[in-house]
């Protein structure tokens, strides 16, 4: 399955909703999210949590000293978008859990990456990000997203070691903490009647949906579409 859309329309994501398939009654529901977006899609997110019991959500919470580019901001506004912020997920205080990289599980990450790519990682690609969407149009951006994994890898590839030691810390280490989450979620509460929103981006949704679909036995029994932004 297939977690956003791309077309010459625009750029639009599925919400899925999974059912346990033991107990019927534990419901978790994927919310794939882009930094930059309309601010009717993080509103139309934001309406779609207070549905939600509790919410799993992403946010490297360690610093390791990146180049700070305010270029997110910087984009969205050229663009006549919002960025991420827009949906201020601490509004839901009392219903979150972190499922991202904290300090200690950080730090333990970073400390298996070499010193270039270290570099790469804290220099490189915030100056190389930012040049890049310098004369970023919607179009184009929507266009990035029609690529395939394979020709998204051929772009990207250059940047990283064959060893994809970066990649590996953007996403597996970060994928198997929100794995880690959903497990322990359903061991607490797979007998009870709630909904678990997972708030994470649309590149890790895939992979979590496998987590639940294969190693929890959950079922899919909804999905709809998100628009994120109109060309």
Known sequence: MEFYESTSFGLRVVTAEYLCSTSKKLRIQLFPMFHIGSKEYYENVSILLKNCDLILYEAIKFNMGRLKINNMDITAKKLGLVSQKELDINRFSNKLIH??????????????????????????????????????????????????????????????????????FIHNERNNVVFQKIEEIHDEFGLKNMRIGIVYGAAHMKPIANCIEQKLNYKLVKADYLEVFKV
């Open 99 to 168: 499922a991202d990289l904290d300090k200690k599980t950080g730090i333990k990450a970073w400390r298996t990456l070499s010193i270039l790519d270290k570099l790469k990682y804290k220099y490189f690609f915030p100056v190389y990000i930012y040049f890049q969407d310098r004369n970023l149009t919607r179009k184009k951006l929507v266009k990035y997203f029609m690529k395939s994994n394979t020709d998204l890898d051929k772009i990207y590839g250059p940047l990283f070691d064959r060893k994809e030691s970066i990649k590996k």
